[in-house]
């Protein structure tokens, strides 16, 4: 009979507690606000919006988009794979609120070496921008911003602005941040 209440109840804490999961909770700023301003502000579903824009503009998942759970402190991923590098926009949550960081990361020269057993390589990582933000000023100029941003591989020419977050007096186009001749 405990069995049986175990699979209908608490069937959670009975599996952590047998694996052994459960470790001592660290003093941490409780990040849930911070997610509940971000859906507040709906700006996660103007993203995942923005990218299935994309993504249907150009006829092919260019763009891939990841989303986390609580209580992890990356909200959203946005990767973008041009040549040998992924271009990646990440929305974090830091103890002093949300955050935009960009980054990139450099592919393997050879994908047959991860078929070799014992072989590692470490991929090249850099941050290209990261700013704190306020979810509810985030405009839609901001969010293009943030996509030109990312789909040029970190052009400085399109690097968000911290008072505005926008380009200077630059127009962008889609096909041609991609590299493609539009009709």
């Known amino acids: ?14 599996l952590v507690a047998e694996l052994n999961l459960i470790k001592e909770k660290e003093n941490l700023i409780d990040l ?20 299935a824009e994309i ?42 609120g949300p ?3 960009f980054h990139s990361v450099g ?3 050879d994908r047959w070496n991860w078929y070799l057993h014992g072989y590692s390589e470490s991929r090249k990582s850099s941050i290209a921008f990261n ?19 990312l789909l040029t591989g970190f052009n400085n020419k399109c690097k968000p602005k911290i008072s505005t977050g926008m380009p200077e007096n630059r127009e962008f186009r889609l096909f041609d941040i991609l590299g493609k001749n539009s009709a």
């Open 1 to 14: 009979m405990d069995e049986e209440k175990n699979i209908n109840g608490n069937w959670i804490g009975a």
């Open 32 to 51: 849930n606000r911070f997610r509940a301003q971000l859906e507040e502000s709906q700006l996660l579903e103007r993203i995942r919006k923005a990218a």
């Open 55 to 96: 993504n249907a503009e150009v006829g092919y998942c260019a763009l891939d988009l990841l989303e986390f759970l609580s209580p992890q402190r990356s909200v959203l991923r946005l990767s973008y794979s041009k040549t040998k590098t992924d271009y990646i926009l990440e929305i974090v949550l830091r103890t002093s």
């Open 99 to 101: 955050a935009v960081v």
């Open 107 to 109: 592919k393997s020269s």
């Open 131 to 149: 700013q704190n933000f306020n979810p509810a000023d985030i405009t839609e100029e901001v969010i293009k911003t943030w996509f030109c941003f």
